[in-house]
């Protein structure tokens, strides 16, 4: 989901949204946006991501964000996903690396036996 569908689907008017400055390519600006420590547009927590859209009728608008939310909101790509043993087998490992297991709770079928 882009950020300005995002917006019409929570009913947030982009309007509403504070004024972004113009792109630069230091990005400086989404880390400063984010010290002065804004609430997610979604749920109210303190936002981890600062987005911008470039709306046509009010130009580029910060799109505040907590990481939930944006795990939440955003698309996943459209192609071919791993199985779902192989993804385990990578977080068991990462797990493995700093002295944790992994438990998988879940029915016959779903793919992480
Ligand atoms: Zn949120």
Known sequence: MTSANLLHALGIAPSSLDPAPPWTPCGSA????LT????????GATAT???VI?????GRRWVDRCTACLAATTT???????PVADVLA????????IGMTVTVMCGDDCGAA
């Open 90 to 97: 990578v977080v068991r490992a990462a797990a493995g690396e």
């Open 49 to 51: 991501v600062a987005g």
């Open 30 to 33: 989404y880390i400063e946006r």
């Open 36 to 43: 002065e420590r804004h609430p997610c547009i979604r749920c």
């Open 54 to 58: 470039e709306d046509a009728g009010f």
């Open 76 to 82: 996943r790509s459209p192609g071919p996903r791993p």
